[in-house]
């Protein structure tokens, strides 16, 4: 069974950092697309950051040079470095797997694995 977990999150003023995890059970990520989602409330679910099979990354304009996306294949865990945090950033934060890495790497629907969510608030 696939399990992905995430972890990091919380809350922080604007400006700060924090570095959020996604362990996973039951499931390998060197040949997997990986990404980042958030969705906060009334808004829909968007992609923040994805990164691929052969490391190759993906961002958001809205976070770019701000958020960097890695993963460690050895111990199956993604992790997502957010820094210059802004209240817009808030919502609450999702991994997921695509294990088949077809369409666009922002289209949730791709992606067949999630985990529960991570919650992340920024304050002015």
């Known amino acids: 069974q696939v399990q992905l977990v995430e972890s990091g999150g919380g809350s922080v003023q604007a400006g700060g950092s924090l570095r959020l995890s996604c362990a996973a059970s039951?499931?390998?990520?060197?040949?997997?697309?990986m990404g980042w989602f958030r969705q906060a409330p009334g808004k829909e679910r968007e992609g923040v950051a994805a990164?691929?099979?052969?490391?190759?990354?993906d961002y958001a304009d809205s976070v770019k040079g701000r958020f960097t996306i890695s993963k460690d294949n050895a111990n199956n865990t993604l992790y997502l470095k957010m820094n210059s945090l802004k209240p817009e950033d808030t919502a609450m934060y999702y991994c997921?797997?695509?294990?088949?890495?077809?369409?666009?790497?922002?289209?949730?629907?791709?992606?067949?694995?999630w985990g529960q969510g991570t919650q992340v608030t920024v304050s002015s």
């Open positions: 997921a797997a695509d294990p088949f890495r077809m369409g666009w790497v922002f289209d949730w629907y791709n992606y067949n694995y």
């Open positions: 039951g499931y390998t990520y060197s040949s997997s697309r």
């Open positions: 990164i691929d099979s052969d490391g190759s990354t």
